[in-house]
């Protein structure tokens, strides 16, 4: 599917097959699509001020809603100074006859200055905000707290990433220049912020080279349990690689596949004849729904 109009960005993951995209020029407006049923739906535009933003999906399985947070902030370069960020949370929910976004209050006064990262459990959003910070979005009340990380873990790093361990919160710990093994934190309870549950798996010194030589990223997890780790560099039309770590039985296993959309469907369907980056999610489904 085309969105001809805008140049959109594509960095968080999928919710129950819906997908969130971000304008990168063209009008400011974020947009839901479904990939199943190519409806795309835009919401209204936003006004940034030359602060960056940042969007991420959410699902409310009480009330069946889909929405969208929007968070607009320097990043502490581009303001007159370091404490003056101006930062601002928008809430949008899809579908609905709401004509503009909500503005929410936070909890804290602390504002972050970075936003990595997504996952969402039982209608909460969970992102990373700092090396030892997350937030927590309650999708149904529009709630937005702050919860500690794990103590040895950094929830913003290029070797790092939250996910959805077995309907739970897990942050995943895979620096294969400084050590051979992942390391995984269970969150047990949010209230209390306990991470009571830490998993280590030692990786085989073949499966650390490849991690490695193919700047490996872990993209989340599948409905085996298993953690997905794929190249941060892939181009559309060429041969590469996806592995599956079992981090409780020190399992691995990888696929490969072949490349997708090479010359020959590029010019029959209109793509270019350019490769594409691409980025993998695990977990999608098909969702047959309409807004």
Known sequence: MTISDSVYNI???PVNGLVCCIPI??????????????QIVKLPEVTPNGRDMYARLGYDPVGDEYKVLCVMMFDGFDSKTKDDIKQEHFVFTVGSRQKKWRKIETVTKDPYRCMEGEVCIDGVLYYGVGHKRLARFDVRSEKLEFIKGPEEYNAVSCYSRIINHQGKLACVSYDFYCSSSFGMWILQDAEKQEWLSVETSDVP???????????ATCTGEIHT???MLVSRLLESSKLFCVYYCDLVRDGFRRGE???IADLEFRRDHGIG???RQMLCFPGHIENIMFF
């Open 11 to 13: 960095r968080s993951r």
């Open 25 to 38: 020029r063209g009008p400011k407006s974020i947009a839901v699509c479904n990939p199943t049923t190519r």
């Open 205 to 215: 010194c073949e499966w650390i080279d490849l991690f490695t030589e193919e700047r």
């Open 225 to 227: 349990g298993e953690a």
């Open 257 to 259: 596949v072949d490349g």
């Open 273 to 275: 004849k350019h490769n």
